[in-house]
């Protein structure tokens, strides 16, 4: 841990916890062989910050998807989150991990440009991006298939629609009705819909 540390012993331990599922991880492993963990001071957010070495590395970090410095987000008279930087750059996975109310959120809005800070600067690189929210409303009533919802604010074709789906494995689902779905359907929904889009950033809360 860089310049910060774990409030208790049981954080620590759920923390190694979680760090050693994601190293024993063989998926994680074959994508990943540099792991940085970097202590965001604002209120014990831990940043694990992965990624994939390749030959073009020079000009990978020259030119990030998003960088992030100094950035902040102030409101009702206590900061949100403060003094973050980062780079997230493609073929990179950054995990943000923390308690309730610590701000993981509210760093992806910034990320995502959804929230400008208050301090400090953001920087996107990139149009093409996808978010999956933590929650989503939806009026349930309104009938509504899973090929409907995929195209509601986007032009995607029926191809990258169906092998979105087959990815997060629900490819069956394509003419249910939204309301029959079960929470971890839609779920997985949600994220064919973000994938859908091709983006080159994609940022998923929980």
């Known amino acids: 841990i860089i310049n910060g540390e774990i409030d208790n012993a049981k954080n620590l331990k759920m923390f190694f916890i979680l760090f050693d599922l994601y190293i024993n991880n063989p998926l994680i492993i074959s994508i990943v062989n540099v792991i940085y963990i970097v202590y965001i001071e604002t209120r014990n957010v831990i940043l694990l910050h992965h990624w994939k070495y390749y030959i073009n590395n020079k000009m990978k970090k020259n030119n990030p998807l998003v960088k992030l410095n100094n950035a902040g987000i102030y409101r009702e008279e206590k900061w949100l989150v403060k003094g973050v930087s980062l780079e997230i750059n493609k073929k990179e996975i950054v995990t943000l991990i923390g308690p309730n109310g610590s701000g993981k959120t509210t760093t992806g809005k910034i990320v995502l440009n959804i929230i ?29 298939r899973v090929i409907d919802f995929m195209k509601l604010t986007n032009h995607i074709n029926n191809a990258d ?19 029959n779905l ?9 994220i064919a819909r973000a994938i859908a889009k091709k983006p ?4 998923l809360d929980e």
């Open 161 to 179: 629609i169906t092998e979105a789906l087959k990815l997060t494995g629900v490819e069956d689902l394509l003419y249910n009705q939204i309301n």
């Open 200 to 203: 080159e950033l994609l940022v």
């Open 182 to 190: 079960s929470g971890g359907e839609f779920q997985r929904v949600l």
């Open 116 to 144: 400008e800070p208050d301090e400090g600067t953001v920087k996107i690189n990139t149009s093409r991006v996808a978010y999956v929210p933590q929650k989503i409303n939806i009026d349930w009533a309104i009938p509504l």
